[in-house]
């Protein structure tokens, strides 16, 4: 079924079926839900791209008063490496003074982007901030910039694409998450 996406001859493996990915964010919803206070407003940011495919289903599974807010801040650039300078291209349009946000994230590689955004969201002084990233990959604990509060899946150290993921912009309408085929990025 899966051999029918026009991505699929790139991939080199799928990691994560489109089951596995609705399931396991049925399951983040409830945990998030549990974790805040039921009459507490969540001020959820996606960030700009990547996090839209699981932003949208994620918030479908969280039972709490939810405002959505998209900040884009970009460290890759059309590599497949982190060039540790992060660029914040689009900033929130909500003020999050004494609110509660949830950073929504597609995937914590080293840290240094969430780390920037954490920190500079800090500074205006939100009752809480909490990270939910649908993937992690266990290199990034070597350098411990930052740890995710929920974490969706943790994968190898490959570059993925699909459900929002991108190589060169391409590849984030796959419906599921695959590794790309090696030739096509080195
Ligand atoms: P970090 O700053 O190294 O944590 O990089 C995080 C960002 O890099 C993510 O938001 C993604 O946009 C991108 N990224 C990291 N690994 C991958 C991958 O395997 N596939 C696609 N994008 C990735
Ligand atoms: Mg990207």
Known sequence: MNGDNIYSADLAEIIITED???KRIKELGKEITASYNPEEEIVMVCILRGAVMFM???AREINLHVVFDFMDCSSYG???????????IKDLDENIEGRHVLIVEDIMDTG???KYVVEMLKTRNPASIKIVTLLEKPERRVEKHIEADFVGF???NKFVVGYGLDFAERYRNLPYIGVLKEELYS
């Open 78 to 88: 059309e590599g497949t490496t982190s060039s540790g300078v992060v660029r914040i």
């Open 20 to 22: 596995e990915l609705k």
């Open 56 to 58: 949208a289903d994620l």
């Open 112 to 114: 240094i982007t969430l």
């Open 154 to 156: 943790e994968i190898p």
